[in-house]
Structure formats: structure tokens, C-alpha cells
């Protein structure tokens, strides 16, 4: 069996959140050690990736369509995030299981 450890740090913003802040670029930390990956609303993705990236982290997306390309109106899907060169999204979200039925 191959084990996997992961070292990752998230933060995602969300609909409660309001606006843009700045990321603190006096906190520091060691690439080699984490990886921090943050999650902005799809609205502010585009805004703030190379400025996250200009800082060592990645952006990514709170979530991802099962489907392919199609006419699914407000659905990203991989090869959306290909394109855009994201390599994380969040899946699995409690309130989509609570709220909307969604299993895993």
C-alpha cells in the first residue's frame, strides 16, 4: 500500500465575506514545509490569483462540476481550471450535503 502526506494549509473566503482583503505579506512561511493554498469565491478568483501566487501561494476553486463541458450555466469544471491553471478546488461541502442532498 503507498501512503500519501499531505502538507497543506487552506483558507477559502465566502459569500459572508465581505469584499477583498489584502494578504499580510509580513507572514512568512516555508514552502518546503506547506503548501498554502487559498480558496477565493469564484467572483474574486480571477482578482487575486497572481498576487497569491506573487507570494508562494496557489489559488484554487471552492468547488467543481461533475460534468464535462456542456451547457452547465455557472459550473466550473477541469477543463475550465485547466485553462486557468488551478490545480485545487474543495469538494464534499457539508452545507451541499445538509442543504441540497449531495452525497460523496
Not at 26 to 54: M, Q, R, Y
Request: glycine share 8%; with cysteine; charged share 20%.
Amino acid at each position: 500500500s503507498t501512503s500519501v502526506a499531505f502538507r497543506r494549509a487552506d483558507g477559502t473566503w465566502s459569500i459572508s465575506s465581505p469584499g477583498i482583503s489584502p494578504v499580510p505579506s509580513e507572514k512568512a512561511f516555508d514552502n518546503s514545509k506547506v503548501d498554502v493554498v487559498i480558496c477565493p469565491t469564484a467572483l474574486h478568483l480571477p482578482v487575486v490569483k497572481a498576487d497569491l501566487e506573487a507570494m508562494g501561494m496557489q489559488a484554487c476553486t471552492q468547488n467543481i462540476s461533475a460534468t464535462g463541458m456542456g451547457a452547465f450555466t455557472g459550473e466550473w469544471n477541469v477543463e475550465h481550471l485547466k485553462d486557468m491553471e488551478i490545480a485545487w478546488t474543495l469538494i464534499g461541502h457539508s452545507e451541499c450535503h445538509v442543504k441540497y442532498g449531495e452525497t460523496d
